[in-house]
């Protein structure tokens, strides 16, 4: 079989017979299956049952009483029983146009992909479809941080969150994976070497029910992210701290020793530990990116504008918040320092040593050691 589309399905009734009806015109006379793994608590899997019975193609259902692993764990079951050279992962609940299934497909096809990623923010494409404000900035939020985090592994992907996507099942390594929580194609990505391409497409609303998208749903991204482990990240976040304790130093030895204004000790401090940390930034946590783009000072005076920017306007930032909220001082520094973090190194990742994108037959060879650089771990064989 040639193509086998995976839908994780949990209470999702209303939206079954609408998606193998349009999934039954868009993969006609191909030869192709829909495999839906369901771990609903409602009458789903008799919805699924009767569209079975009356679909033009092969239409199966794996039903979990037990759903390890979630929605992740869900699709990992259903890449292991798919039967298509190619499986395209997708939402049951029609957010994801059915149409663009084949095109997914062809495209991974011609140009002899690996996976074919389904992006709201690539040109063209558009995540209107999303509930509300809250939910289309924390997507964009999550994507950047993942990108950030994994910016050799994600250079050609600008939509780690999607469900989305079609992937070559021999290029998989199923057993590398650890499924969690909602957002499986970071997984893949991350755990897996893959020649990755590109697809717009157009987020739509949903055909019936409700998002199952929850605080808690985020929450699961951020432990799945630490479970990816943080090595970037990591590196990133040790400079910082030996930054501000050097920062400190100075100031001390400045105002105290050498008696000089508290004012002008700070703002040495701060350019000395600034162009400190790029230095070691340069060497140990970005040393792989250095060649994508900008050069050696253009990366530098980038780096040095921000920090300082985001020095100067943390201070009064942390004034305004403490006075219009009353919150203790040291806890909302905490906070700002945070987000300072975060901020930096973003910035960083996605800025002064942003990867270029590469076409796949530009794959740079030493992308097989991406998770090991990104990570500290060692690449899926």
Do not use: C
């Not at 079989?1 to 017979?17: L, Q």
């Not at 798919?82 to 939402?91: H, K």
């Not at 921000?306 to 930032?317: D, I, M, Q, Y």
């Amino acid at each position: 079989m040639t193509i086998t589309v995976v839908v994780p399905t949990f209470n999702e009734g209303p939206n079954v017979a609408e998606l193998v009806r349009r999934l039954a015109v868009a993969l006609a006379n191909r030869d192709a299956e829909i495999l839906f793994v369901d771990d609903s608590s409602d009458d789903t899997p008799a919805e699924i049952e009767r569209a079975a019975a009356v679909a033009p193609l092969p239409v199966r259902m794996i039903h979990r009483d037990t759903p390890t692993g979630g929605l992740s764990g869900a699709v990992v079951e259903g890449l292991r029983v798919a039967t298509g050279e190619w499986v395209v992962v997708m939402d049951g609940d029609l957010q994801h146009p059915p149409e663009l299934v084949p095109v997914l497909v062809a495209r991974g096809q011609d140009l002899s992909l690996d996976m074919v990623v389904a992006s709201r923010y690539l040109h063209g494409g558009d995540a209107g479809g999303l509930d509300g404000r809250w939910r289309r900035w924390a997507s964009t939020a999550s994507s950047l941080l993942a990108r950030s985090m994994f910016p050799v592994r994600l250079r050609n992907v600008t939509d780690p969150m999607t469900g989305f996507f079609a992937v070559r099942r021999a290029a998989l390594d199923l057993d590398a994976l650890r499924p969690r929580g909602f957002k499986i194609l970071l997984e893949i990505l991350t755990r897996n070497r893959m020649v990755v391409g590109e697809e717009p497409f157009v987020f739509g609303e949903r055909f019936a029910g409700a998002s199952k998208a929850t605080l808690v749903t985020g929450l699961r991204y951020i432990e799945q992210l630490a479970s990816l482990r943080f090595g970037r990240m990591s590196r990133f976040a040790i400079i910082g701290g030996f930054g501000a304790v050097a920062n400190l130093a100075i100031m001390w030895l400045l105002v105290h020793p050498m008696h000089v204004n508290y004012v002008v000790a700070a703002v040495v401090a701060a350019v000395v530990t600034i162009i400190t940390n790029f230095a070691l930034q340069e060497r140990f946590v970005f040393r792989d990116l250095r060649n994508e783009g900008r050069g050696f000072w253009n990366r530098f005076a980038h780096s040095f504008a921000f920090n300082g920017t985001e020095a100067a306007v943390r201070l009064p930032f942390l004034v305004w918040i403490v006075e219009a909220t009353g919150l203790h001082a040291v806890l909302v520094q905490a906070v700002t320092l945070v987000v300072a973090f975060l901020l930096r190194f973003v910035f960083h990742a996605q800025v002064v040593y942003k990867p270029r994108r590469t076409t796949p037959a530009g794959l740079l060879p030493e992308a097989a050691s991406d998770l090991e650089a990104e990570t500290g771990s060692e690449p899926a064989k």
